[in-house]
């Protein structure tokens, strides 16, 4: 009894760390959010210059101000088909942690949505799909107007091992 009480305390508190300010933005029909603090900025596309022996999803790397910074499509890091780039296609600059501290990184998205305060009571658990699908990168998903937005955890999208490639390409 107390074991469970306490399992449950645990994952009431997790879901009130979830709570706050989220960018939403669209990829493939669907809705995500990631937390509003590890938004460095937006920007439209601009040219990215290719990296070679770098894998798919990784296009290149931009020149923001003078700093190199990578840059991901996150629709083929998904696994999603490629699409061709809109005027409503950007690139959100987030900030994510590695073993060798942060790293900022472009991450192509299909458009950007909105800033939406997200409360604790409408974000739910993240499903089991079954052992074999990897969903640690998923925070949890918000109920939302009828619908649902993904919520990611954006250090995770990423593996260790990608977020080293990510900074060495910087």
Do not use: W
């Not at 296609?89 to 305060?117: K, P, R």
């Amino acid at each position: 009894m107390i074991e469970e009480h306490r399992a449950m305390s645990q994952a009431v508190a997790a879901m009130g760390e979830r709570e706050g300010k989220y960018l939403t933005f669209s990829l493939a029909g669907e809705e995500y959010g990631i937390g509003i603090l590890k938004i460095k900025e937006i920007i439209g596309m601009m040219p990215i210059t290719a990296v070679p022996r770098t894998p798919e999803f990784i296009k290149g790397v931009i020149n923001l101000r003078g700093k190199v910074i990578p840059v991901m499509d996150l629709r083929l890091r998904f696994g999603l088909p490629a699409i061709d780039y809109t005027e409503r296609t950007c690139i959100i600059v987030v900030e994510i942690a590695g073993q060798a501290g942060t790293v900022q990184v472009g991450i192509v998205v299909d458009a950007v949505s909105e800033v939406l305060n997200i409360k604790a009571e409408d974000i739910e658990a993240t499903p089991s799909f079954g052992g074999r699908m990897k969903t640690d990168f998923i925070l949890g998903m918000a109920k939302m107007n009828g619908g649902v937005k993904i919520l990611l955890d954006i250090d995770r999208v990423l593996g260790s091992e990608e977020t080293q490639l990510l900074a060495e390409a910087a």
